[in-house]
């Protein structure tokens, strides 16, 4: 019974385009987030949204949008794909900011 | 089906003591393992790393052990201080293959004074 479940696992699309990576958790919690994985050792937040509302974006591209339709959904759109967006994105949630957060398999994306 | 698993939610350790955090995995071929902090309202910074050719590493007040026979590692840190206070992460990683992190729930850690 997976908690946070993204779709795709794997991306492939070539530069310019405008892609989406879904996130879903049925965990019943209030903040979710968005990460990029760009090394092996790295992990950046890109967003969080509690109840809604975004509380965190860090200095991402305005081509990276969150968009969240209900609380156990949050949907990262990226428009006008560039080569440097090639990495891993994680969708994570938790109950509160300072609870163990649940993460998602991954979105591997390459852009070609 | 967790791969990584951080089966204490929480843990609370006096100042000053040592906090170990534990943490099991189910994928043998794991070969690279992680320790991420992780404050309120912030991502996670990573903390420190081990390869699965050895068994113990050290940096500062953190030592992660790992037992490949058991299929788990821990980390140690030593002595706790206030600032320690946060969610810990442990992570694997099959390298030259996916390098995709696989990440354990956390383990909220609380220092009391």
């Known amino acids: 019974d997976t908690a946070v479940s993204q779709t795709p696992k794997y991306l492939v699309t070539q530069m310019g385009n405008d892609k989406s990576i879904k996130c879903e958790q049925n965990?019943?919690?209030?903040?979710m987030y968005w990460y990029k994985q760009d090394s092996k050792k790295f992990l950046k937040i890109m967003f969080s949204?509690?109840?809604?509302?975004?509380?965190i974006n860090e200095t991402v591209p305005n081509r990276f949008s969150p968009k969240s339709p209900d609380k156990a959904h949050l949907n990262l759109h990226i428009n006008s794909l560039e080569l440097g967006d090639s990495a891993v994105y994680f969708c994570?949630?938790?109950?509160?900011?300072?609870?163990?957060?649940?993460f998602g398999d991954g979105t591997r994306l390459s852009i070609l | 089906d967790q791969q990584v698993k951080q089966n204490s939610p929480s843990l609370s350790v006096q100042e000053g003591r040592i906090s170990i955090l534990n943490c099991d995995y189910t994928n043998s071929m794991f070969d690279y393992f992680l320790w991420y902090k992780k404050y309120p309202a912030e991502g996670p910074t990573f903390l420190i790393s081990i390869s699965s050719i050895k068994d113990k590493n050290e940096d500062g007040r953190f030592t992660v052990f790992l037992n490949k026979s058991a299929k788990h590692l821990s980390l140690h840190i030593v002595p706790s201080q206030p600032g320690d206070s946060a969610v810990y992460f442990c992570?694997?990683?099959?390298?030259?293959?996916?390098?995709?992190?696989?990440f354990g729930k956390g383990t909220r850690l609380h220092i009391l004074p």
């Open positions: 994570a949630s938790s109950q509160e900011y300072d609870q163990p957060q649940h």
């Open positions: 949204y509690n109840n809604k509302e975004l509380i």
């Open positions: 965990l019943g919690h209030d903040t």
């Open positions: 992570a694997a990683i099959i390298m030259n293959r996916d390098d995709k992190i696989i």
